[in-house]
């Protein structure tokens, strides 16, 4: 059932542009549109630009955000609210398909014909679930045949979890493999959101998916770096609602989002140009509300990915910091560990995990995992006195550590289907328990026999 209803139309006319900010004067004070509600305006080359009511002035007037170009957009042009709020197509149809902010294919595939649509922005508190027992009422892992993100970040269906890290660590990529692994081995669908990110990415990402015969189990969102701020703060509404409809039909659903700082930074955007006076630290005042309602209704069975972009490295953003408060895990990528050549470059010290307990791992799993983040923290400590008087000073216990972490240190990189163009080397689905094994097998020492570099870029190891 389509969410659409019968509508009055109220016209109107725009008095005022700046940039993609642009001011709509009603006669009636009963014909002011609501919020969010929205307008749409013809520029005088006959293109259509439509626009969301942000906030209400005195004198009748709408001031409303675009979600296109304002380019040829003139004064007194007639602006017609159309009396509901943005909506997009829904449905079986979007497999495959890479859409805008307001629902259009742009994949030059044709038009998206399909018998729902559905509005983007909702009351969270009435938005109905529809999980079928999909992971309901138990903490279920999802294994991603990634070794250190099964072994120290365990996927729990439901939770969200956030890829962290600056420019060039690998963000992408790892969101790009977990895709990959897990549309392959689960039958589960998937939606990917792009957020604010390079034109290049996005169709990179498109062909590979396509290469890797994934394309069909992956419906697409993005509003693009080169697209106005209201676009790119909008579009996270339009890739969960894609996920709320596929949850509705009882799917198990990912939600991959690459990156909500880019959706931050759009709200900064937008907040500067509707005049609102910006905080201490320069974002927008309602920073921490907006946060919110976007992870409000990520729930269910919707299992979300975000990319989070850490400006300048600093993890103490207050942008960062906003998006942190919402996560079950974060995955720290290190600069360090990524020009060391340690893909993915999980900084494992600096992140954590709130799944990783015995109720949801069990006690196995737990002890190992334990038992590494115990021999790593230990391994950071040797290597800064290793700098300094070599390795031969070390006491034999404290030797033996030191040379087991190296090995563990390496075994947790891992060859990646999605980079194996840039690497030459094949890529590697390694299973839960195989990683378990291996580990237990260095830790225990039974790999003390074999040199460091056998264990960098495997899959498990061979007993």
Do not use: W
Request: proline share 3%; glycine share 10%; with cysteine.
């Amino acid at each position: 059932m389509s969410e659409a209803t019968t509508v009055r139309i109220k016209k109107g006319k725009v008095v005022g542009v700046q940039g993609p900010v642009v001011d709509v004067k009603f006669v009636d004070i009963q014909d002011m549109p609501d919020m969010h509600e929205t307008i749409v305006v013809t520029t005088f080359d006959k293109r259509d630009v439509v626009l969301l009511v942000a906030e209400h002035l005195e004198g009748n007037i709408a001031r409303c955000v675009s979600l296109a170009s304002t380019l040829n957009l003139q004064r007194n042009a007639v602006a017609t609210a159309l009396g509901q709020g943005l909506s997009i197509p829904v449905g079986e149809e979007l497999f495959g398909r890479i859409i805008n902010v307001m629902g259009e294919p742009i994949d030059g595939k044709g038009p998206i014909v399909t018998q729902k649509r559905s509005f983007i922005h909702k009351d969270v508190s009435k938005i109905e679930m529809n999980v079928k027992g999909v992971g309901a009422g138990k903490m279920e892992t999802v294994e991603t045949g990634i070794k250190i993100v099964d072994l120290l970040f365990p996927v729990v269906r439901g939770s969200k979890t956030g890829v962290i890290g600056g420019a060039g660590c690998g963000k992408t990529v790892l969101i790009s493999e977990l895709i990959h692994n897990i549309v392959e081995e689960h039958d589960g669908a998937c939606v990917f959101t792009g957020i604010g990110e390079r034109i290049r990415e996005g169709n990179e990402l498109y062909y590979e998916f396509e290469q890797a015969g994934i394309l069909p189990k992956v419906m697409m969102a993005f509003g693009q770096m080169d697209e106005p701020p209201g676009a790119r703060f909008n579009v996270i509404l339009a890739g969960i609602t894609l996920a709320e409809y596929l949850q509705s039909t009882g799917k198990e659903v990912l939600l991959f989002m690459d990156n909500v700082f880019r959706f931050v930074q759009a709200g900064a955007e937008i907040s500067t140009l509707l005049g609102r006076t910006p905080s201490e630290t320069g974002y927008q005042p309602t920073l921490s509300s907006e946060v919110g309602d976007v992870h409000e209704r990520i729930k269910g069975s919707i299992s979300a990915f975000e990319a989070v972009y850490v400006p300048a490295d600093d993890t103490t953003d207050p942008a960062v910091v906003a998006i942190f408060s919402y996560l079950d895990a974060v995955m720290v990528l290190s600069r360090e560990k990524t020009q060391l050549g340690l893909y993915p470059g999980i900084d494992i010290l600096s992140s954590s995990c709130s799944n990783l307990n015995v109720g949801v791992i069990g006690q196995r799993h737990f002890d190992l995992s334990q038992e590494l983040l115990r021999m790593m923290t230990k391994y950071e400590e040797l290597r800064k006195i290793v700098a300094v008087i070599g390795i031969d000073e070390l006491s034999k216990v404290d030797r033996t550590i030191y040379e087991r972490a190296r090995k563990l240190q390496n075994f947790m990189t891992q060859p990646m289907f999605v980079a194996e163009a840039f690497t030459g080397r094949k890529g590697q689905y390694v299973k839960r328990s195989e990683t378990l094994d291996s580990v237990e097998m260095i830790i225990d020492g039974k790999m003390d026999d074999k040199a460091e570099d056998d264990f960098y870029m495997i899959g498990k190891v061979e007993a």
